[in-house]
């Protein structure tokens, strides 16, 4: 999902963007060879020891909480923007498992990017290229996890799909969401992965992930753009009526 550049407002959000920060999951793009190929927006790498997430209002990173156990993310964790995880999302977590009664989690889709490079820091964005999933659900609600290689890694580039991805892998990260809910001496299990999928399913779910995000927020520079014109109609009136007044002074 992209501008469209034939909208003569375009040009205004462009220079926007450059004055303004954009919040990462609605101010930034997909990317124009999504699903393919994703914009990821990172909240937390395997050094970090709390979990990071976006706050929703402010765009800002903000601590989540500190991690439960010793376990550490995996991988690069985080988001795709100008997704939603509604109805569409449950409805594929429906029809795969047999379910009803799920609803979408409400926040963008989550993926993890695997790469041979160490990144340090989150809060910065990376091509990635899904290859599989989770079906995880949580409380109820689709809590799809894509997984995905970045986008010109040396060694990870040739994975194309889950099966390509070596088992102990998998089940690190399959661990580390099982449990990274859980408060220590609980035994109660919130969170259920019941599936791991391949490169085509992770693809549908992207899918149907940018549709929620559509139906929800529809395209934002478009919303943007109608209420600038708005603002400066509101404008003109307020200066014409300003100019009556004085006219009627005088």
């Given at each position: ?63 989540d909480r500190p991690q439960k ?168 009136s307020w200066q014409e009526a ?9």
């Amino acid at each position: 999902m992209s501008f469209d550049k034939s909208n003569p407002l375009t040009r205004i959000w462009e220079l926007i963007g450059l004055r303004y920060k954009s919040h990462p999951w609605h101010g930034v793009q997909i990317g124009d060879e999504a699903p393919n190929i994703v914009t990821s927006f990172i909240e937390v790498v395997p050094s970090d020891t709390v979990k990071y997430e976006v706050d929703k209002r402010t765009g800002y990173l903000k601590v989540d909480r500190p991690q439960k156990f010793s376990n550490i993310v995996p991988t690069l964790y985080g988001f795709i923007p100008q997704t939603y995880c509604m109805d569409k999302v449950a409805e594929y977590c429906m029809e795969k498992t047999g379910r009803e009664g799920i609803t979408g989690d409400g926040d963008p889709l989550d993926i993890c990017v695997l790469t041979e490079r160490d990144i340090t820091h989150g809060d910065i964005l990376v091509p990635a290229i899904p290859i599989g999933g989770f079906r995880m659900i949580d409380g109820g609600e689709a809590d799809d996890k894509i997984i995905a290689v970045l986008k010109g890694d040396e060694v990870y580039q040739g994975w194309k799909d889950i099966t390509d991805v070596p088992e102990a892998i998998v089940s690190r990260l399959k661990h580390y969401f099982l449990t990274y809910k859980e408060m220590p001496g609980s035994n109660a299990k919130r969170c259920e992965i019941t599936h791991t999928y391949g490169k085509d399913e992770a693809i549908e779910v992207v899918k149907r992930s940018m549709k929620d995000y559509r139906m929800k927020f529809g395209k934002l520079e478009n919303k943007l753009s109608v209420a600038t014109l708005q603002m400066i109609s509101f404008g003109q009136s307020w200066q014409e009526a300003l100019q009556e007044a004085d006219g009627i002074e005088d």
